[in-house]
């Protein structure tokens, strides 16, 4: 690639001395790849890509084929990679009018931020004589400190020490118990007989009370002994914790400092300054090593313009997760929105496709004065929601508006089609939800499935919770709630499965999410963009979620009739 430079003389003392400028724009190392094929008829974006819900660019699916072939032949990198990894390419035009592409990978590779291939990272902590290296070896004393004192013999002694002590004293302290009850019996015995002197008897009591305080005051100072050795030693431990936990935050927020994100506008800001007006207020940690920040950083400080944006995974899917090799995802919202937002400015992005749907109006499949039943359409939300798009809260609202309602009794993502009970009263609404709540009432989904199901029948049973990070996908967890599915294939066809499927209970995506996991059917629906390929699936131009709610049984809030209601998918 030629590299421009300028020549310039400047004055030293009495003398003249040639420098060498070399041009801002120069990009030698990391540079701007090229298409190894002809894009000339491909048209360029009209804007770029909006990183949180997209369809990729021709362009962008290009620049990952290359860097897939690229990695590819890295056969040193492909054990680690086997784990799991985020790629990005970052379609770019250089000022004097080349298109071509960047790339990037989130994280480390190979034990390092930086590639010949890749873009470098926005700030490298992995430099050996980095504030960050360096303080971060402190803390490793630290820990290691806290180790050795942790495991010491001393810390077993001690503790052993208190355990013997303590049964130590609780031995004398019964037996002083006994002897104290044995002498107050004859003491008893012979105030009873008549015979005793009472003042004398009165004495002894008083000194038997005494000697015996004296005596459990004495064992209780020896466990006390005991409890503070072992309790200093515990204090310097809890202290180098302390100072752990305070240093570490300290240095994490110095490195978010270190991280300053440039825009399109020209700005800069830290990640302390970007996430301060969000909710969490912290950056978390890892944020600025993703793919999509480090590619727009160095677009920028390159006097690159960036044009289209992707990321796809490479390897195995996390555990939990759903990711699938080859496929492109979206930027993740609690790492990266928040500094892509800030980072976009001044760049003429795509609007939020989420934002955009105008999704048709329902079809009321049956109703009278007590509820309705609809079939929602692709692309409505149930509830009313940030995103401004039409609800079927919204719409029965002002169709209802007399009643004391209308109330949502259930929920459909808004990429599901099908039946959806709406109450039109408080005690309707009340009757009608109990039945879901207690599982009496009864639905079923059809789904046509990306992948071929071997089995006919059988049931998923993979407990769940949200993704904290990829909010708002979810993932198998151990700690996740119970999520039960019944299902059976009905027709497998060109390398799909049709099936239907049978909720047991009513997770947030469990039907997705239990289809595309590989511990699932290992086999995406159709259209879903946030577990499937990568596509989105917005009901624009025929593309759609293949998941639609076919039946329901539930019975009539006010008469107890059975009612039985069907709905034909349109796929």
Known sequence: MFTPIILSLQKVGKNYKLRVIFSYFCIKDHAMHHFTCDISQIPLPSKFTWPFHYVPHPLSRLAADEVMAYVAERKEWSEELQAGKMFGVLIVKSPTGEIGFLAAFSGNLAATNRHEYFVPPVYDMLQPNDFFRREEAEISAINRQIEQLEQSDHLRNLRENLIKTKAMVDAKLQLLAAQLAERKAKRDALRQSGEADLAQLILQSQHDKAESKRQKQALHAIVAEAEARLNTLLEEI??????????????????????????????????????????????????????????????????????????FWWGNSPKGEVRRHGNFYPSCNSKCKPILMYMMQGLDVEPNPLTEITPPEPRIVWEDEQMVVIDKPCGMLSVEGRSGVRSAEEWARERYAPYDGPLIVHRLDQS??????????????????????????????????????????????????????????????????????K???????????????????????????????????????????????????????????CLHAETLDITHPTTGQAMHFESKAEF
Do not use: W
């Open 416 to 485: 599901t089609s099908g039946l959806l009970v709406i109450a039109k009263s408080k005690e309707a609404h009340k009757a009608l939800q109990g039945q879901f709540i207690t599982r009496s009432a009864k639905k079923s989904y059809i789904a046509l499935l990306d992948g071929v199901v071997q089995q006919s029948e059988g049931l998923i049973s993979l407990p769940m919770r949200l993704d904290y990070d990829h909010r708002p996908r979810q993932m198998v967890a151990d700690d996740g709630k119970s999520a039960i599915t």
């Open 238 to 311: 809890e202290s180098l914790r302390t100072e752990r936990r305070q240093r570490s935050a300290e240095l994490q927020m110095a490195l978010f400092r270190e991280f300053k994100m440039l825009n399109a506008e020209g700005h800069a800001k830290d990640l302390c300054e970007i996430f301060a007006p969000t909710p969490q207020h912290i950056p978390p940690a890892g944020a600025g090593e993703c793919a999509a920040p480090k590619l727009l950083q160095h677009a920028y400080r390159e006097g690159l313009q960036p044009l289209a944006m992707a990321e």
């Open 487 to 545: 299902y059976e294939v009905l027709e497998i066809k060109e390398g799909k499965s049709r099936v239907r499927f049978y909720p047991i209970t009513g997770r947030t995506h469990q039907l997705r999410l239990h289809a595309a996991h590989h511990c699932g059917l290992n086999a995406p629906i159709v259209g879903d963009d946030i577990y499937g390929n990568g596509e989105c699936a917005d009901c624009r131009d025929g593309k759609r979620l």
